[in-house]
Every structure is written in structure tokens, then in C-alpha cells.
């Protein structure tokens, strides 16, 4: 039998981890809101490389490295969501449903590119200009994106450019790029972007770049 003493103190451990998580909440209901959308998925792989990896593969792993990066390095200071979390394909028209949805504050599409000429490499960075505003930031942080690559990573910039993308034409946020991480078609970049542990350094520098952009 438990004693009234022992009865109280549960009830008050329930009630004060109940507070705090409530509490916890409410502070991670202030922090940015960023949607990743992993380029791709199910019968659609996206480029592949010589030896067989999908793109589809590639950026959705990049995108769990970044939740799991967002949790145990930053105490997920982003509020991140991915608009796939399986291998799965989602229509273009559904790929920016859920920022609509939340309001995101960033919207970032992932893919890897592939080009005939086999010695094309570099990042390149997308936007669709709606509003001066809008194209500023986009393009802002795209550029520190590409150069957190560049200069941490060692990969080549191909600059940023106008895309006329659907999900980035239909989307609301107030920051919107799609970002092509590299050549699949290039044996360098392909085997580079294929690794895991490549991979990761990709998704903190993406993270960082955020982080910098948003002034965290």
C-alpha cells in the first residue's frame, strides 16, 4: 500500500512534468518553422549515378541527418518537417501543401543534379522571385548555403539562378530555394554525395547556414 505522503508526491511529479512539458511546448512554438522537401521518391528516383544510388535516396537521407543533427547539436532550435519521410512519391502540387499549412518560415527542396557533360560539378542554388522581399531572402539564403559548401565542404559553386519550379512557384513562404547539391553524372560528386558520412557534413552545413541566415 502506498502511504498518502507517496500518493501526494506522485501527483505532484505528474503535475510538474506535465507543466514543464507544457512549457517546453510553448518555447518550441516560437522557434522557425523550416520544411525540407527531399527532391523525388517511390517509381520516381531522380538522377542515378554509375553505380546505382538514387537521388531519391540521397537527399532523403541528407534530410534525416538533419532532423537527427537538429535534435542532438542544436536542441532543435529549427522546428523542422520534411514533406516525405519514406519512399514515397508526392505530387508537385502536394509538395507545398505543408508549408501552406504551418506557415513555414523556410521552404528548402533538395536534389542532386546530372547533366550529359560528365565533367559538370557544383551546387546550384534555385529561386522564383514573387516579391523584392521575398527574392532578397531567398537568394540571401541560398548564397550562404552554397558558400558554407563551398568553403567548409570544398564544393564547387555554379552561383544562383531563376527557376521556374512549381514548388517554388506555388509556395508561400516567405523564403523559398531549391538547392541541387551536386552532380550524380560527375564520378568525384557522385561517390562524394553517396557517402554517409559526406552526407552529414552536408546536412550541418545546411543547418548552420540556416542558423546564420536566421541570426540564431
Known amino acids: 500500500m502506498y502511504t498518502l505522503n507517496q500518493i501526494l508526491l506522485?501527483?505532484?511529479c505528474l503535475f510538474f512534468l506535465n507543466v514543464s512539458f507544457?512549457?517546453?511546448e510553448k518555447?518550441?512554438?516560437k522557434n522557425?518553422?523550416?520544411v525540407i522537401d527531399p527532391g523525388h521518391g517511390g517509381k520516381d528516383p531522380g538522377a542515378i549515378t554509375a553505380q546505382g544510388t538514387k537521388e531519391k535516396d540521397i537527399v532523403l537521407a541528407i534530410a534525416f541527418k538533419m532532423i537527427v543533427l537538429n535534435d542532438t547539436l542544436f536542441d532543435n532550435m529549427l522546428r523542422l518537417f520534411l514533406t516525405r519521410y519514406t519512399d514515397t512519391?508526392?505530387?508537385?502540387s502536394d509538395r507545398t501543401v505543408?508549408?501552406?499549412t504551418l506557415k513555414a518560415d523556410i521552404f528548402i527542396s533538395i536534389h542532386c543534379n546530372q547533366a550529359i557533360n560528365t565533367t559538370a560539378a557544383g551546387t546550384e542554388v534555385f529561386i522564383y522571385p514573387k516579391s523584392e522581399a521575398q527574392a532578397s531572402a531567398s537568394?540571401?539564403?541560398g548564397l550562404t548555403i552554397q558558400k558554407g559548401l563551398a568553403d567548409i565542404l570544398g564544393v564547387k559553386k555554379r552561383g544562383l539562378k531563376y527557376g521556374n519550379f512549381q514548388v517554388l512557384r506555388d509556395n508561400n513562404s516567405n523564403v523559398s530555394i531549391l538547392l541541387e547539391l551536386g552532380f550524380l553524372t560527375?564520378?568525384?560528386e557522385a561517390i562524394y554525395l553517396s557517402n554517409q558520412e559526406s552526407q552529414s557534413a552536408i546536412a550541418l552545413v545546411i543547418l548552420q547556414s540556416i542558423m546564420k541566415f536566421l541570426g540564431l
Do not use: C, G
Open 98 to 100: 505543408l508549408s501552406k
Open 10 to 12: 506522485a501527483l505532484f
Open 139 to 141: 537568394n540571401y539564403l
Open 32 to 34: 522557425p518553422i523550416i
Open 22 to 24: 507544457t512549457q517546453n
Open 186 to 188: 560527375q564520378s568525384d
Open 27 to 29: 518555447e518550441l512554438e
Open 89 to 92: 512519391l508526392i505530387a508537385l
